[in-house]
């Protein structure tokens, strides 16, 4: 099938590329399995089809709050944990310690980015509730449509938003998809149960559950030259043995062709299907 759309079928299709039925593919089927994931990691992991930007909603519950919370002047600190190191000093085996805070959340690892959170809080003095400053701002000058100019609007509210940037700061977070953990750099004495926060992150695209991600060029072409490879590499064993009739594998040949094969997919991946990274000042 042509368009694959299962994991058996992108197998299929990559063996009739190399020669199947009619060339037997010396590739075991445990090794098979094992492309196919790292074909897919490749391209979830630098494919910018691969992931998907979303943002996902999060209920905070006790055990977070007591997990990244510090209880002051107590020998059991709660958030706290403590982590040994060995390390070679001049001979001499040293041990060091270190504490840190287990101020994190556990995230799905589909999730391989996050770019930021948005507050969750309603500490903003700025904007919320009956006696903050939009609120009376509003009152006092009957904001509603027809009773004022839009750019008057829109420069109050752009004032508004700058109160909101000045008086509040941005939540400071950590993450390592190796991890899974979401680390909240922020005062846990101002956390509720139950709160609420927002996570803009990238996420994994799932083949099953979107059947087209085997269907995908690159996914196709990358899979063939790495199954390819393998092929080659199972081969280079027999190298000189020759078959009857005088037949002789070449299994280094198909190495070879392999690897450059896949140094051109790479170059392609970096060139045109990769997002090219942020500019950084500083």
Known sequence: ?????????LI???????????????????QVEDLVDDALQYFHERHYDGVLQTFLKYKITQGDIDRGRTRGGSNDPVGIVTTTAESTIDGSSVTFSFEENSNYLQIPPAVIGINKIFRFDGSNTATSNMFSVKYQLFLNDMYYFGSTEI?????????????????????????????????????????????????????????????RVYNDFFVKKYLTALMKKQWGQ???????????????LNGRQLYDDAEKELDLIREQMSNTYELPPFDMIG
């Open 1 to 9: 099938m042509a368009q694959p759309s299962t994991r058996a079928e």
């Open 12 to 30: 299929n299709y990559c063996k009739r590329q190399l020669g199947a039925p009619v060339l037997e593919i010396n590739i075991a089927d445990e």
């Open 151 to 211: 750019l008057q609007y829109a420069m109050t509210k752009t004032y508004l938003e700058d109160l909101d940037f000045a008086l509040s700061t941005e939540k400071q977070i950590r993450f390592n998809q190796r991890q899974d953990r979401l680390y909240l750099d922020i005062d846990w004495e101002s956390v509720s149960v139950d709160d609420y926060i927002i996570l803009d992150c990238y996420r994994l695209i799932d083949p099953n559950d979107y059947s």
């Open 234 to 248: 199972n081969l280079i064993k027999f190298q000189g043995v020759k078959l009857p009739g005088g037949v002789e």
